[in-house]
């Protein structure tokens, strides 16, 4: 016999809510990538589309801030989009040293062939919520937002809160 102590752990990830809201993002995202493959569309060029579809012409780093990609990604994939004539990109009016991008009207057909596989998407995970529970998630999942981008803008005083 040995000497090992027995490890079941103690289960605390189940109540940090950052953990679970990762793994459902996760899920969700795998799901979401394995339907976007028959089409074929990554998961990237869909979130790009989806972004420029709710928001209109943006710049890059706009783009990978409202998708929360990261900027050299969001740039690859804008490439790949304008290869395929889904999105448009020039030089933006006011500074020339960003760019614009915006949908053109295939990258238009492209997202209204894409939307109802998404939609679906989100039925499923959102199978038996009521309307209420589902605007009540929706309330809770902005407070989020809204509390981490406020610990955000105060985090440049970070180090001196949380001194032992």
Known sequence: MTNA???SGDNWLEAFVPYKIYRISNSLNQRLRARLRELPMSLSRWRVL???RANGTLTINTIAEQAAMEQPTVSRTVTQLV???LVS???AASDSRFSEVSLT???NQAFEAIYPIATEHQTVALQGFSKTEIKTLHLYLQ???ANIANEHDASSDWPSRHRA
């Open 89 to 91: 990109r020039r030089a």
């Open 5 to 7: 102590v027995k490890n």
């Open 50 to 52: 989806s972004v420029l």
């Open 105 to 107: 009207a295939a990258g």
């Open 83 to 85: 290869r395929q004539k």
């Open 143 to 145: 407070r989020i937002q």
